[in-house]
């Protein structure tokens, strides 16, 4: 609990009230139950072995029917980089009227025993951050630690609720296989976060987190693109983060229509990008043009062996792209070639990364009833006694009230990888889709964008209002 009143902003204070709206089918969960609906997935060998009690499992869909009336006792944990919403779907775990316990720091906190009873989750409503229990990245692998995550077990939990990214989510698949295996009776259910959008599937539509950061980007992006047209002096170039996936760059060129917009998926090389950019850079300048806007995604990082060589890998074998400056790497190759090109206008280069001012801020009424709708999904799952499933809330793009509700295994989405040079099961993170609507659009309009100034504004994050202004999915969800 936070200690006092005075620690909420007038608009903070104005969120702790506000009432997500719901999802038709969530209005009464005592008249919902998940039932299967599709055979269990022919998973490739390694998996099979790896994953023998939870292999079989089919995907599940919420449905009106008669939902059991016990009284649960569910673990929660927050996992990885923070994204806005999560507190809303402890928010709601709390009111069903479960008895909670929140796991600190991240997956060690179930490891070393680290916890906390959540009795009140009051001044945490619709905020950002993920305070109320905090996070981390700690990989469940080794037998060590397999074991002692029975510690969920020793406390008596029917489930266990990880919320997390898809490192997160393999750490799920593989506490519930682990958990069968010894008898124990705790359930574990992975809820989709991470503001990157990577962990999509044919089914999940997108992380929560996602809607919140990219509108907070765009923001900057379009105050940016406004300042670079009104002093036309500066070209701006704006690393955005979302690792190897750009769907966060993809989105925020939506929003905002700058002159360039990288996409790591499209596989070019950095030479390729960089005689781009000269190209793009010189057609303005014999526009009269000496300034511009330009999105890079962290990914891109990906393409320079020498810095990737310096880059620090977090436990799961990620490399930390968000400490690479990809941007000033990428302004220094532009400047040589527009040197080589005997380019006679100025190129005067500002270079901003933007990534962790958006993974904390106040959720946007869309993750706000989103991550709202996850924890009360989380619940009705641990009920039903499904295990080793994540939730896939879908026609996210039409009203909250149509909302609808799978659940799928996790082993659906997993495949064998090489990680810190071994072969080890995790989730496929998702890229994106080269013949997908969103990138095919992104194609079609980023012509204009690059020589005729059609920069967007959308301001700051709008919590009253028209629902246009206020409720809007994303992009990348509405041209799925
Ligand atoms: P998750 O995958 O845990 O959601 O984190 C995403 C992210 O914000 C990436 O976009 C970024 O590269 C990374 O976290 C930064 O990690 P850290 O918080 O450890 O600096």
Redesign the pocket.
Known sequence: MRKCKDMASPLQRARLVFKPSLPDLLKDLGAVCFSPISDSKDLDGALKELFPNTRHFPCYQLAPGKGKEIPLKIGVVF???P?PGGHNVIAALFDTGAKLIGFLDGPSGILENKFKEIVSVDSYRNQGGFDLIGSG?TKIETQEQLEASLTAIAHDLVGLVII?????NTNAAVLAEYFLQKGGKTRVVGVP????G?LQSEDIEISF?FDSATKTYAEIIGNIAKDAISSKKYYHFIRL???SASH?TLECAFLTQPNFAAITEENKTLNTIVDELADLIIKRYEAGKNYGVILLP?GLAELMEEQLKSGRK?PHG?V????IDTEKVLVDLVRKQLEKRNFKGNFNPLTHFL??EG?SCLPTNFDANYCYALGLCAFVAIRDDLTGVILALQKLEQKVSQWTVKAVPITHLMHMETRLGKQKPVICKYLVDMKGKAYLDFVRLKKSWAMEDQYLCPGPIQFFGSGELTDAAPNIVSRR
Do not use: W
Request: charged share 35%.
């Open positions: 996992s990885g980089g994204a990245r997390g990214g898809d490192d997160s976060k991470t503001i990157d990577d987190g983060m979302g690792r966060v962290e977090d990620n930390g792209v968000s400490q990534g962790y993974r």
